[in-house]
């Protein structure tokens, strides 16, 4: 069972690394492809974790959908990258030192150590599976699944109503 | 020699670090809007990783939702984005200051 742990550092470092491509690369254009690409290394760490039905729902809905959407507005306002910042600003050093700090309060949280059953972590297919998911979902959540169903709809409206050329 | 659930919540933390980067330095609001994504993503990571440790599905079932909630922020995100290109012909959050005094 060594192939686990190499498939993890593998799946996780490409992920941080299309992670701060998307964060250092100035065409938007890029940083949507970047984003796939992390998109795609997290659902194959779902799979990893054995949970194939969400990983397969992160690679439809999200790298399938949600970044089509994104690369779609990307070229319908035929956006050039922005004009590089000459100097850099106290703001930019804020929110830098804001993010280290966010980093380490949460590996500090992490490290100091909840007790969780780190044993717990091998197998556990069925947890993942569609089947199980599915009976959960239109049993105990169906209400959760019906007011889900509003949101799309109240979102999809939201966004024509806002989107259509009435501002002018 | 087992992947601990440590390195996934390590992993998740590091990855909502590098979104909320891309939220603080970002001037284009499309770019933006694909780092709180990054952070939605991490947050899932880390729902799914204890769910199947715990052998709980809840929290891949909460999962679902999130997607579906980062979908309908998505699409909404873009509507105003598109909304507001139409009047300042620009994405740059630095000029896009209208409830600035």
Redesign the interface.
């Known amino acids: 069972m060594a192939a686990a742990p190499f498939m993890f550092f593998l799946l996780a470092t490409v992920a941080v690394v299309a992670a701060i491509g998307m964060l250092i690369s100035r065409s938007p254009v890029y940083s949507a492809l970047w984003l796939v690409l992390n998109l795609f290394c997290v659902a194959g760490l779902y799979l990893t974790l054995n949970a194939t039905f969400i990983g397969v729902i992160q690679i439809l809905v999200y790298a399938g959908a949600i970044m089509v959407l994104f690369l779609f507005v990307i070229m319908l306002l035929n956006l050039e990258a922005l004009p590089r910042l000459e100097e850099i600003n106290w703001t930019m050093v804020a929110g830098f030192a804001l993010g280290v700090v966010v980093l380490s309060q949460l590996l500090y949280v992490i490290a100091s150590g909840f007790d969780l059953p780190m044993e717990a972590m091998e197998a556990t297919a069925e947890t993942g599976s569609a089947e199980l998911l599915g009976k959960h979902l239109y049993t105990r959540y169906a209400l959760h699944v019906e007011v889900a169903a509003v949101l799309l709809l109240a979102a999809t409206v939201g966004a024509v109503m806002l989107a259509q050329k009435r501002f002018q | 020699?087992?992947?601990?659930?440590?390195?996934?919540?390590?992993?998740s933390?590091?990855?909502?670090?590098?979104?909320?980067?891309?939220v603080?330095?970002?001037?284009?609001a499309?770019?933006l809007?694909?780092?709180v994504?990054?952070m939605l993503?991490a947050v899932?990571?880390t729902l799914?990783?204890?769910?199947?440790?715990?052998?709980?599905?809840?929290g891949?079932?909460l999962?679902?939702?999130t997607?579906?909630?980062?979908?309908?922020?998505?699409?909404?995100g873009?509507?105003?984005?598109?909304?507001i290109?139409?009047?300042k012909l620009t994405?740059?959050i630095t000029e896009i200051n209208l409830f600035k005094f």
Not at chain 2, 24 to 28: A, C, I, S, T, V
Not at chain 2, 78 to 83: C, D, F, P, S, T
């Open positions: 020699m087992e992947v601990a659930l440590n390195w996934y919540l390590g992993l933390a590091i990855l909502f670090s590098i979104g909320t980067l891309g603080l330095f970002k001037r284009n499309i770019v809007l694909m780092s994504e990054l993503n899932n990571l799914v990783a204890l769910s199947q440790s715990m052998g709980d599905p809840d891949q079932l999962v679902f939702f997607i579906a909630v980062a979908a309908a922020e998505a699409a909404v873009l509507a105003i984005v598109i909304a290109f139409r009047r994405v740059d």
